[in-house]
C-alpha cells in the first residue's frame, strides 16, 4: 500500500508552498520530494477544494464581488478590447478568467458593454 496523501486541498496546497515549487513544470519536476503529494493533484482533489493551479501558488484572493467593481478594475488598467483582457487579466488577482460566467447573475450583458 502506498503512502497517504495530504487529505484536503489545503493541506496539499502548504505542503507545495513549503517545499518553495512554483509551477506546474516545477511540480512534476519536484512533487515526489513529498510522498504525500499526488502526481495528478488536479484529478485527486477534483472533489475536494481544486479549483486550478494559480490558486497553488499564490493565497486564495477572492474576485471582484461585483460586476461593477470589476467593470471599474478593467478600466483601471486600461484594457480595451477581449483580447487584450485575455492576455492582461492576471496583471489584478482579483480578476477572474471567466467574467462572463461569474457576473452572469449579477451585472453581465457582453464584453462591448464594458468598453461603451
Not at 500500500?1 to 502548504?14: L, Q
Not at 510522498?35 to 477572492?62: E, M, T
Not at 452572469?104 to 468598453?115: D, F, H, P
Request: aromatic share 16%.
Amino acid at each position: 500500500m502506498g503512502t497517504k496523501k495530504y487529505p484536503t486541498y489545503e493541506e496539499f496546497v502548504e505542503a507545495v508552498r513549503r517545499l518553495r515549487i512554483r509551477g506546474v513544470n516545477a511540480y512534476r519536476k519536484r512533487y515526489r520530494k513529498d510522498s504525500r503529494l499526488p502526481s495528478n493533484p488536479n484529478l485527486y482533489y477534483a472533489n475536494k477544494g481544486w479549483s486550478g493551479w494559480r490558486s497553488v501558488w499564490a493565497p486564495k484572493i477572492q474576485p471582484y464581488e461585483t460586476h461593477e467593481e470589476f467593470v471599474q478594475a478593467v478600466r483601471k488598467l486600461g484594457i480595451r478590447s477581449v483580447t487584450e483582457y485575455w492576455s492582461r487579466y492576471k496583471e489584478d488577482p482579483r480578476l477572474h478568467c471567466h467574467p462572463c460566467i461569474l457576473y452572469a447573475k449579477n451585472g453581465w450583458s457582453g464584453w462591448g458593454a464594458l468598453w461603451a
